[in-house]
C-alpha cells in the first residue's frame, strides 16, 4: 500500500514524465507502483486517460487485464466514447441509457453483453431495442436473432418474426425459426422456416422440418 508521503512522490514523478511526454516510461513507472487501493483513484484514472490519448491498445490492455478499478470510470467511459473505443466505453458505464446509447454504434460489443443487458428489459423496451439495433446496422441481425431466441417467452414468437421480416433479415429468421417452430403449430411459420431453408441452402435443416414437422401444406 502506498503512504500519503510516497502517493505524494508518485505524483510528482507522474506529473513530470507526463510532461516530459514520456508516456510508455510513465505507464511503466504507474504499473510498477499502484496495488489498486482506494486512494489512488486519481492516478488509475490519469493512467488510462493519458493512453487513451497517446496509446489506445495500451489502454485496453490494462483494462482487459482486470488489474485496476478505483479509477472515475464515468471518466474513462466518455472519453473512450469519444474516441471510438465502444466496447470499452460500454464496460464502464454505469446508466443502462449510457450503455444503450453505446451499444447502438457498434457491432463490437460482445454478444452475451447485448443479450443480457436486453435479458433486463420489458417486454416492450425489448422490441425497441430489437428494431433500433437492426435500424443501426443489418450486421445485427443475427444477434437480434438470438435475442429474440433468448426472451421468446417475454416477446412471443410473432413479433419477433415480423420484425426480422420487415428487415429482410432471411440468415436471423432462419436462425430463430430453426430454433422456435416446433414450439407452435401455425402453418405458415414453419412453411416460411422451409423457404428460408430452401433459399439459404440449409439442406440438413430442410430435412430435418420435413421429419419432425406436421404443420405444412405439403402441396
Given at each position: 500500500?502506498?503512504?500519503?508521503?510516497?502517493?505524494?512522490?508518485?505524483?510528482?514523478?507522474?506529473?513530470?514524465?507526463?510532461?516530459?511526454?514520456?508516456?510508455?516510461?510513465?505507464?511503466?513507472?504507474l504499473?510498477?507502483?499502484?496495488?489498486?487501493e482506494?486512494?489512488?483513484?486519481?492516478?488509475?484514472?490519469?493512467?488510462?486517460?493519458?493512453?487513451?490519448?497517446?496509446?489506445?491498445?495500451?489502454?485496453?490492455e490494462?483494462?482487459?487485464?482486470?488489474r485496476?478499478?478505483?479509477?472515475?470510470?464515468?471518466?474513462?467511459?466518455?472519453?473512450?466514447?469519444?474516441?471510438?473505443?465502444f466496447?470499452?466505453a460500454?464496460?464502464?458505464?454505469?446508466?443502462?441509457?449510457?450503455?444503450?446509447?453505446?451499444?447502438?454504434?457498434t457491432?463490437?460489443?460482445?454478444?452475451?453483453?447485448?443479450?443480457?443487458?436486453?435479458?433486463?428489459?420489458?417486454?416492450?423496451?425489448?422490441?425497441?431495442?430489437?428494431?433500433?439495433?437492426?435500424s443501426?446496422?443489418?450486421?445485427?441481425?443475427?444477434?437480434?436473432?438470438?435475442?429474440?431466441?433468448d426472451?421468446?417467452?417475454?416477446?412471443?414468437?410473432?413479433?419477433?418474426?415480423?420484425?426480422?421480416?420487415r428487415?429482410?433479415?432471411e440468415?436471423?429468421?432462419?436462425?430463430?425459426?430453426?430454433r422456435?417452430?416446433?414450439?407452435?403449430?401455425?402453418?405458415?411459420?414453419?412453411?416460411?422456416?422451409?423457404?428460408?431453408?430452401?433459399?439459404?441452402?440449409?439442406?440438413?435443416?430442410?430435412?430435418?422440418?420435413?421429419?419432425?414437422?406436421?404443420?405444412?401444406?405439403?402441396?
Open positions: 500500500m502506498i503512504t500519503h508521503k510516497e502517493k505524494g512522490n508518485v505524483e510528482k514523478i507522474t506529473h513530470w514524465l507526463v510532461e516530459k511526454d514520456w508516456i510508455k516510461e510513465c505507464t511503466e513507472f504499473m510498477d507502483v499502484l496495488t489498486d482506494p486512494s489512488e483513484d486519481k492516478l488509475q484514472t490519469q493512467l488510462f486517460l493519458i493512453n487513451l490519448k497517446k496509446d489506445r491498445k495500451v489502454a485496453e490494462i483494462f482487459d487485464s482486470g485496476f478499478t478505483q479509477y472515475d470510470k464515468e471518466k474513462v467511459a466518455q472519453r473512450c466514447e469519444q474516441i471510438g473505443l466496447h470499452m460500454y464496460h464502464n458505464y454505469s446508466s443502462r441509457e449510457d450503455q444503450k446509447r453505446v451499444m447502438l454504434k457491432t463490437l460489443i460482445p454478444e452475451d453483453d447485448v443479450i443480457q443487458f436486453v435479458s433486463k428489459c420489458n417486454e416492450k423496451e425489448t422490441l425497441e431495442i430489437m428494431q433500433e439495433l437492426l443501426a446496422t443489418r450486421k445485427n441481425e443475427l444477434v437480434v436473432a438470438k435475442i429474440a431466441d426472451q421468446i417467452d417475454k416477446i412471443q414468437l410473432r413479433p419477433a418474426v415480423e420484425l426480422l421480416e428487415y429482410q433479415c440468415s436471423g429468421l432462419h436462425y430463430l425459426l430453426s422456435q417452430y416446433l414450439t407452435t403449430e401455425e402453418k405458415d411459420i414453419h412453411f416460411r422456416l422451409i423457404e428460408l431453408c430452401t433459399q439459404l441452402e440449409h439442406h440438413d435443416d430442410l430435412k430435418k422440418v420435413f421429419q419432425e414437422s406436421n404443420c405444412y401444406d405439403p402441396i
